[in-house]
Each structure stands twice: as structure tokens, then as C-alpha cells.
Nanobody, 125 residues
Framework: QVQLVESGGGLVQAGDSLRLSCAAS????????MGWFRQAPGKEREFVAA????????YYSDSVKGRFTISRDNAKNTVYLQMNSLKPEDTAAYYC??????????????????WGQGTQVTVSS
């Protein structure tokens, strides 16, 4: 069992930056592909970014490409999402997810085994 705890959300203005963190329990974090998803009120949860277990491969949705950066520190069992040039449409609850024992980091929600509770990001205009 893996527990994921997100942090770093908050209220910011358009154009600001935030860095989200997701801390994972367990000794096998380096064997997990990790993803970030988000869900705005009244909308479905959507893919944001993902990273392979080695960190060698990263993937982004078109809406955040060039503004967001996913990274991981396997020594700290933590995955990060650096969000720059935030827009009001980035407002959502952000969730991290883990896919066990896989180097492949999928974009699909059903591809992940574990989920965190989420952290709220609100971007004012």
C-alpha cells in the first residue's frame, strides 16, 4: 500500500508560480511511475503531467506544456509539479497518482493504482 500526500496549493494571482509536492510512503517509490491530475468544479478529472520511475521520460497535457514541469526526487520519495505563468483556468484541485512497478507513466486515470487526497490551487485574475 502506498500513501500519497500533496501539499503546496494555495491562492495566487494570474502569472504567479506555485510548486506542488507529493510525498509518498513506502520503500519502492523509485519503482512507481507518477502522475498529476486536476479536477475543476463541475468538470471531470483530467491529466496534467506524468513522469517515469527514473525521471527520464515526462509527459504533459497540451494546456500546461511549456508552463508546468514535473520532476521527482527518489531519495526523498517526492514528486513535484512546478507551475509557472498560472492562469485562472488552472484553478482546480490537484491530485498526484502512482502506478505501481511501472516505468510507463500513462495519461489515463484508470492507469493508476494509488491517489492522494488533493490540494487546491486557485488562480485569481
Amino acid at each position: 500500500q502506498v500513501q500519497l500526500v500533496e501539499s503546496g496549493g494555495g491562492l495566487v494571482q494570474a502569472g504567479d508560480s506555485l510548486r506542488l509536492s507529493c510525498a509518498a510512503s513506502g520503500r519502492t517509490f523509485s519503482s512507481y511511475a507518477m502522475g498529476w491530475f486536476r479536477q475543476a468544479p463541475g468538470k471531470e478529472r483530467e491529466f496534467v503531467a506524468a513522469i517515469s520511475w527514473s525521471g527520464g521520460s515526462t509527459y504533459y497535457s497540451d494546456s500546461v506544456k511549456g508552463r508546468f514541469t514535473i520532476s521527482r526526487d527518489n531519495a526523498k520519495n517526492t514528486v513535484y509539479l512546478q507551475m509557472n505563468s498560472l492562469k485562472p483556468e488552472d484553478t482546480a484541485a490537484y491530485y498526484c497518482a502512482a502506478k505501481a512497478y511501472s516505468d510507463y507513466a500513462p495519461r489515463a486515470i484508470y492507469g493508476y493504482d494509488y491517489w492522494g487526497q488533493g490540494t487546491q490551487v486557485t488562480v485569481s485574475s
